[in-house]
């Protein structure tokens, strides 16, 4: 399967879940700032990737929750600490470096949710294929 | 306040699918106002009954031990309207059940005619979390819901031995 087979059956489900329109899912959107989507929806969207390309997702796989469990050596004034960012790093291997070096610059929590882009999941999706 | 929408279950296989029935009454307070003159029975408890099916159906697979809410409704759609003397047929069939939730996808006919489809999504509540919040107790579950499936079980008896 290539990148944009996976790409359109992953717009496909980005349309299904978050209630959007076809042209307003780009690689470059990020899930909850321009698709609007909320925490119940990344269940939901992982639901989806499992029914629709046929494969599991381990809970935490994709989208890691970790960081967010309030682990004070993971995450220090609202910023992903240097163990948190090695952690971010090492759960998100399928992750655009030259993104999660852009997030590093300013790794505020608050920002984290810029990660979980479109592209992500493809890029995640081509990995958990190939394998 | 009793805030039950389905009548009675019909149909019940475990971690498959249910079949729960609902007669629609002149009787029910909302159909003086919803609307006055024109009785339909409204869409978001239609949506309720179709959910409750739904969330037993979820909420059996795992022998009532999780705490099943509903957290999205991804897709509704309605054909009609329905009226009091009319019986919904409300059937949901599981697609997906995980440690975390599941996903139902829901029809409701009257005498075969298509009134409303919806794809629901429910929620486990987190164990750990919601015990502190709730303690053991499960609200959701809390017994009005389970005693609808023992009414489905008992008419079945009776109808057998009949």
């Known amino acids: 399967m290539t990148q944009d087979d996976i790409f359109q059956k992953v717009k496909a489900t980005l349309v299904d879940a978050l209630n959007r329109d076809d042209d307003e899912v780009t690689l470059a959107s990020r899930l909850q700032a321009d698709l609007g989507a909320e925490s119940i929806d990344f269940l939901d969207i992982v639901f989806r990737l499992e029914r629709e390309f046929g494969i599991k997702i381990p809970r935490g796989e994709l989208f890691p929750e970790s960081i967010f469990q309030g682990d004070p050596s993971l995450v ?52 958990k294929l190939s394998a | 306040m009793r805030w039950i929408w389905i009548d009675r279950f019909t149909h019940f296989e475990s971690k498959k699918t249910a079949t729960a029935v ?16 024109f009785p339909v029975m409204p869409a978001p408890l239609i949506l309720e009954g179709l959910a409750q099916t739904g969330g037993i159906l979820v909420g059996e697979a795992n022998d009532f031990k999780e705490k099943v809410v509903l957290a999205k409704v991804p897709s509704a759609k309605f054909y ?7 019986t919904l047929t409300y ?12 996903v139902v996808k829901g029809r409701v006919t009257s005498d075969g005619d298509p009134i409303a489809e919806a794809e629901i999504f429910f929620a486990h509540l987190d164990q750990n979390r919601s015990a ?26 009776t109808e057998t031995s009949a």
């Open chain 1, 76 to 127: 220090a004034g609202g910023k992903i600490t240097e163990k948190g960012l090695a952690e971010l790093r090492d759960k998100m291997p399928f992750a655009d470096p030259a993104e999660l070096d852009k997030f590093a610059a300013d790794p505020k929590l608050d920002n984290m949710g810029d990660l979980f882009t479109v592209n992500l999941i493809v890029r995640y999706l081509q990995a």
């Open chain 2, 80 to 86: 009609r309207e329905a009226h009091p003397g009319e």
């Open chain 2, 132 to 157: 502190q919040i709730f303690g053991d107790n499960n609200f959701v579950f809390s017994g009005e819901l389970k005693y609808l499936l023992g009414i489905a079980q008992r008419v079945a008896t």
């Open chain 2, 91 to 102: 059937t949901a069939d599981l697609l997906d059940l995980r440690p975390e939730g599941a």
């Open chain 2, 22 to 37: 609902k007669c629609l009454s002149q009787a029910e307070d909302h159909n003086t106002e919803h609307f006055p003159g």
